[in-house]
């Protein structure tokens, strides 16, 4: 366990790696952000990928306190009182072996350790797969704001030709699937009969290796992922025009409150300007705005304009990044 921590913290930073250099790359690339799948207000790729990486850097410090957890060993007999070896004999053997010898144990070492280290390497799969996930999203054809990399003569659908399918994505979710039933094995395994029984030990044959090997694959097709991804800002900024601006609601909101008007009135005043700028004929949102007279009175056109604005959106991006450590 020991061992293929340090393989998966290695795997960790090179994923991090990746996702730092195309966060910097698309710091200021806009594309729309959603919540509940619809369009919400603007945010960046960058953004999106920043947040990616402190996620996975979160994965890298629990994984690191998980290995802490799983450095200790035993010697202390059958039921775990030293009968018949000097717990002397314990600390120096462990201590050969890279390990702290357990303060107190059974004929085994407490299994609420394993489930630890497995419910970490669950959360990190269960991470992956959120960010599998949101790709596959990006990826649809609807949407197509980013793209797994499709090698010359790759085939996307063995019935249709033009398919260019998410595959990665989608096996990296799978599999995230296997490894959070693996820590639900773990955690059964912490209850056993009063100094030990075995029930444990042919599930651990199994979850352990499976799931260091597992999470090891994971990490490394997501690495490549990332790195090979094809970007689209032209569909990225498209996306983002679908609206003609209704993203800009939240902020004439805001300033309407700022300047004293009930928040009730002001999202009434606000929405009736958004519902008929979606009945509309294509005119941008802030024309509507701007032809509102009640609205006007309160904040004038050149105000209006300024607030309608991306970089109003984007001011504090360089702070984050540099909270990110990016």
Not at 163 to 192: F, H, Q
Not at 304 to 312: A, E, F, P, T, V
Request: net charge positive; aromatic share 6%; with cysteine.
């Amino acid at each position: 366990m020991r061992e293929a921590a340090d393989i998966l913290l290695a795997d960790l930073l090179a994923l991090r790696k990746v996702v730092a250099k195309k966060a910097r790359k698309y710091k200021r690339t806009a594309m729309i952000g959603r919540s509940h799948g619809i369009h919400a207000e603007p945010v960046t790729y960058g953004l999106k990928l920043a947040l990616m990486y402190e996620e996975f850097g979160r994965a890298l410090e629990r994984l690191k306190e998980a290995r802490q957890h799983i450095l200790v060993g035993k010697i202390s007999g059958a039921v775990g009182t030293h009968a018949h070896l000097d717990p002397r004999v314990e600390a120096y053997v462990c201590k050969r072996l890279g390990l702290r010898a357990a303060n107190i144990s059974t004929q085994i070492l407490q299994r609420d350790r394993h489930a630890h280290f497995l419910t970490t390497l669950a959360l990190i799969a269960s991470s992956i797969d959120r960010w599998a996930t949101e790709f596959r999203h990006l990826q649809r054809t609807e949407v197509l704001e980013v793209e797994e990399y499709f090698s010359p003569g790759q085939k996307g659908s063995s019935a249709m030709p033009h398919k260019r399918n998410p595959i990665i994505g989608e096996r990296l979710s799978g599999l995230a699937r296997v490894i959070r039933g693996n820590a639900v094995a773990a955690m059964e395994n912490v209850a056993l009969w009063h100094e030990r029984d075995i029930s444990h030990s042919s599930a651990e044959r199994i979850i352990l290796p499976d799931s260091t090997i597992l999470l090891d694959y994971m990490l490394a097709k997501l690495t490549d992922l990332v790195d090979r991804q094809i970007v689209y800002p032209e569909n990225m900024r498209k996306n983002l025009d679908i609206t003609r601006g209704l993203y800009f609601s939240q902020s004439v909101l805001l300033a309407l409150t700022d300047r004293g008007m009930e928040r009730r009135l002001a999202y009434e005043t606000v929405q009736r300007n958004a519902m008929a700028c979606w009945r509309g004929e294509g005119r941008p949102f802030l024309s509507y705005l701007l032809e509102d007279a009640e609205l006007t009175q309160i904040i004038p056109a050149a105000e209006l304009k300024k607030i309608c604005s991306l970089d109003r959106h984007f001011r504090h991006v360089d702070e984050t990044f540099k909270k990110c450590g990016l």
